[in-house]
């Protein structure tokens, strides 16, 4: 099993350009999750998917939009990049929220917005 | 509301010394509580959670935790530290008595670990 995937790993904008992460599972978790990480900041919740046509606000919405397209994917889009979004941005899935389950990550993907 | 703290922003610990990773937690119920380590340039991997039951929690890579309701911490601890346990470890938690279902993870400590 490959786990959490995400793509791109590397990216770099221009303001205002838009883009989609895409994050795929294969452990057939109903949830799914979009971090961002900033030093000292740890990680903040930006949207998450409790089931399959289900998405949530998290922490910090604001600037990101996202599709849970079907069981496995979830994906995070910028409409409009800021330099504020420059980050590294991780997707995680767990078998359902609340609980007590631990939550599984991918790799991340590292933006840079100029 | 649920918070965690995680008061080190960095540790420092010799090889073959016991290492101590502190986390306090704030709930209004009863605590799921969860500890996660990420090595470079890596995603979040799971290494132990605590549920209910026995307050000293095994996990991964040789790694234990201890629940301590009266003084609400969860301290991660490893009885002999590795060089390869040089990363950066988050804790985290989720109130059990409603509120928000997702955890709410701490700032991470960085963990050195020293020849």
């Known amino acids: 099993n490959a786990g959490v995937t995400q793509t791109p790993k590397f990216q770099v904008l221009k303001t205002g350009q838009s883009m989609t992460l895409q994050c795929a599972q294969d452990?057939?978790?109903?949830?799914m999750y979009w971090y961002r990480q900033d030093p000292g900041m740890g990680l903040r919740l930006i949207y998450y998917s409790a089931s399959e046509g289900t998405t949530d606000k998290g922490e910090v919405p604001n600037g990101y939009n996202v599709s849970r397209l079907n069981k496995r994917e979830f994906s995070l889009r910028l409409e409009s990049a800021a330099p504020s979004q420059t980050s590294v941005y991780f997707c995680a899935s767990s078998p359902g929220t609340g609980g007590s389950y631990e939550q599984y990550f991918g790799p991340g993907t590292r933006l840079t917005v100029t | 509301a649920q918070s965690v703290a995680q008061p080190e922003d960095q540790v420092n610990v010799a090889e073959g010394n016991p290492l101590t990773v502190k986390c306090t937690y704030s709930v209004s119920g009863n605590p799921y509580l969860f500890w996660y380590v990420q090595y470079p340039n890596r995603g979040l991997q799971f290494l132990l959670k605590?549920?209910?039951?026995?307050?000293l929690v095994k996990g991964s890579y040789g790694f234990e935790a201890e629940f301590n309701k009266s003084q609400t911490s969860f301290h991660l601890k490893k009885p002999s530290a590795l060089v390869s346990d040089s990363a950066l470890y988050f804790c985290a938690v989720r109130d059990t008595s409603g509120g928000s279902y997702i955890p709410t993870f701490g700032r991470g400590t960085s963990l050195i670990v020293h020849p």
């Open positions: 452990m057939n978790h109903n949830s």
């Open positions: 605590y549920i209910t039951g026995d307050n």
